[in-house]
């Protein structure tokens, strides 16, 4: 059964620092992995992508690398903004079907503060 | 439309009673996927959909919970007689047919926030 962990459970850091977070998952056998956003009461907003066969996806001030073999991936914020501030979810797609459910982590809360 | 779509935003049912949930996918899509969040950030998969027919129902609690997919009609998520355990968060995503440019991303609805009292 696939378990997707992340941490820091919870991150807050002045505006303008370059911030990881850190996503693993016990099943290196994935065929996708995403990275969201979810800001309070709102639903899911996809940020990245990666396929199983890439090592990293970047969009604007965002980069996503994946090591499927050692079950990790990290999201890269750089130059982090207040309006940054959300919890952010890694979710795997496990190998077996492109169609396969969505396995997602615990959330990272993020607080970027002026 | 380009955005799926979940009706209606809060529902609000007394213990026992019914509840039906209703999700609009992106047009064009063929998957159809039911998500369960609670306790703030635990996700949990209910059952997903290809076109009118279940794809993966390992997740469904099925003594109580229902959904379908019908052709011309949103999808549905029903729960008959309802536990205070039920209130969560209902999201819905939809992912494109596979072709040129899909990379089976799911794209996520507003999410439908069920209140059991």
């Known amino acids: 059964k696939q378990e997707v962990t992340q941490i820091p459970a919870a991150l807050s850091v002045p505006e303008g620092e370059n911030l990881v977070l850190n996503c693993s998952f016990t099943d290196s056998a994935i065929y996708n992995l995403q990275w969201f956003r979810q800001d309070p009461g709102k639903g899911l907003t996809s940020l990245l992508l990666?396929?199983?066969?890439?090592r990293e996806q970047t969009s604007g001030r965002l980069n996503a690398s994946l090591d499927k073999s050692s079950g990790r991936s990290t999201l890269y914020i750089a130059a982090s903004q207040p309006g940054d501030s959300a919890t952010y979810l890694c979710?795997?797609?496990?190998?077996?079907?492109?169609?396969?459910?969505?396995?997602f982590g615990q959330g990272t809360i993020l607080t970027v503060h002026p | 439309g380009e955005e799926v779509a979940q009706t209606p935003k809060h529902l609000v049912r007394g213990e026992g009673q019914k509840a039906k949930l209703y999700c609009a996918p992106i047009k064009g899509h063929s998957y159809v996927f039911w998500y369960q969040q609670v306790l703030k950030n635990e996700f949990k998969f209910l059952i997903s959909?290809?076109?009118?027919?279940?794809?993966?129902e390992t997740g469904m609690p099925k003594e109580r919970f229902s959904a379908k997919c019908l052709p011309n009609s949103p999808c549905s998520l029903e729960i008959q007689a309802t536990k205070l355990e039920d209130s969560a968060v209902y999201f819905c995503a939809s992912s494109r047919p596979p072709g040129a440019g899909s990379f089976y991303e799911q794209y996520f609805g507003p999410g439908t926030r069920l209140t059991v009292t």
């Open positions: 979710a795997v797609k496990s190998g077996g079907t492109s169609y396969g459910k969505l396995t």
């Open positions: 959909f290809q076109n009118e027919n279940v794809f993966d």
């Open positions: 990666i396929q199983s066969s890439q």
